[in-house]
């Protein structure tokens, strides 16, 4: 056991630091499939909230329906800024307060998600957020540098895919437009060949180590497997919460391991993608 998480632990230390992580997981839905995304609410708090509130409106804009309007290859894939509505292509109108303070720190690497904002104007950050396809290394200065506040933990071909797809310059803003059902020369772009995001909304579905169903993994859970392993008979676990409490080595298995990597998620030092249940694959 000593052994296995030495080696998982090795395998930790060579991924880049992220600090503290959140627990909130997002799941977009894109019609070329879904992608969950993290959410670093301990170290972006603002930024999170931000997006939030374009996840769990009440009345006001949502990020569904919404679309990717730029695409650049190798480099990133962009939304949050315009939606589907009536049958045309809005823009998305940002809510109180209109832009967000710039919270920088964590790196523009492949898979994190960061906010656009203008040029030259570091706190200009309102709805549009960009997912980087590659590492961007230059996104950490330029600009007061770009708040990463996310990060993809399953679902990252779907990106890829994204990016991959044949682009039109459809003019300002949709000069670098992804596409779908599209080739030259043919007429675009209709709403039936633009990436459209149908939903962006937190994910109900219960992660590796959310023993207690609330979809986060915190100190309860963590609390909840010490309970169980310090005393299988009194304590022992329900069918649903061992389903659940497995994180390493195999969907069936429960043990001290398992809480001892729980705990060290908790504490930022191992990303979620790490985790190997079927829940949260």
């Given at each position: 056991?000593?052994?296995?998480?030495?080696?998982?632990?090795?395998?930790?230390?060579?991924?880049?630091?992220?600090?503290?992580?959140?627990?909130?997981?997002?799941?977009?839905?894109?019609?070329?499939?879904?992608?969950?995304?993290?959410?670093?609410?301990?170290?972006?708090?603002?930024?999170?909230?931000?997006?939030?509130?374009?996840?769990?409106?009440?009345?006001?804009?949502?990020?569904?329906?919404?679309?990717i309007?730029?695409?650049?290859?190798?480099f990133?894939?962009?939304?949050?800024?315009?939606?589907?509505?009536?049958?045309?292509?809005?823009?998305?109108?940002?809510?109180?307060?209109?832009?967000?303070?710039?919270?920088?720190?964590?790196p523009?690497?492949?898979?994190?998600?960061?906010?656009?904002?203008?040029?030259?104007?570091?706190?200009?950050?309102?709805?549009?957020?960009?997912?980087?396809?590659?590492?961007?290394?230059e996104?950490?200065?330029?600009?007061?540098?770009?708040t990463?506040?996310?990060?993809v933990?399953?679902?990252l071909?779907?990106?890829?895919?994204?990016?991959?797809?044949?682009?039109?310059?459809?003019?300002?803003?949709?000069?670098?437009?992804?596409?779908?059902?599209?080739?030259?020369?043919?007429?675009?772009?209709?709403?039936?060949?633009?990436?459209?995001?149908?939903?962006?909304?937190?994910?109900?579905?219960?992660?590796?180590?959310?023993?207690?169903?609330?979809?986060?993994?915190?100190?309860?859970?963590?609390?909840?497997?010490?309970?169980?392993?310090?005393?299988?008979?009194?304590?022992a676990?329900?069918?649903?919460?061992?389903?659940?409490?497995?994180?390493?080595?195999?969907?069936?298995?429960?043990?001290?391991l398992?809480?001892t990597?729980?705990?060290?998620?908790?504490?930022?030092?191992?990303?979620?993608?790490?985790?190997?249940?079927?829940?949260?694959?």
């Open positions: 056991m000593r052994i296995l998480l030495s080696l998982l632990l090795a395998v930790c230390a060579l991924l880049p630091s992220r600090g503290a992580r959140g627990n909130v997981v997002v799941t977009v839905q894109t019609v070329l499939g879904p992608f969950d995304i993290e959410l670093f609410d301990a170290v972006a708090p603002l930024t999170v909230a931000n997006f939030l509130a374009y996840t769990d409106p009440v009345g006001g804009a949502s990020y569904d329906q919404s679309i309007h730029r695409s650049v290859p190798t990133v894939i962009q939304g949050g800024g315009f939606r589907v509505s009536g049958g045309q292509v809005v823009a998305l109108t940002p809510t109180a307060p209109p832009t967000v303070p710039n919270e920088p720190g964590l523009n690497v492949r898979g994190t998600l960061a906010m656009a904002k203008a040029s030259g104007q570091p706190n200009s950050a309102t709805t549009q957020w960009f997912v980087n396809v590659t590492d961007n290394p996104l950490d200065t330029d600009n007061g540098g770009f990463v506040f996310a990060e933990i399953s679902g071909s779907v990106v890829d895919a994204i990016n991959a797809r044949p682009r039109v310059n459809a003019g300002v803003p949709f000069h670098e437009l992804p596409t779908v059902n599209w080739t030259a020369p043919d007429p675009c772009c209709a709403i039936s060949q633009l990436v459209v995001l149908t939903s962006v909304a937190r994910r109900t579905t219960p992660l590796c180590g959310d023993l207690n169903a609330d979809s986060q993994i915190n100190a309860a859970d963590v609390a909840r497997l010490r309970s169980a392993l310090a005393n299988p008979s009194g304590s676990l329900t069918p649903g919460e061992a389903s659940r409490c497995s994180v390493v080595g195999n969907a069936t298995d429960c043990n001290v398992d809480s990597i729980v705990r060290r998620r908790l504490a930022g030092r191992i990303p979620h993608r790490l985790q190997i249940c079927t829940a949260a694959l």
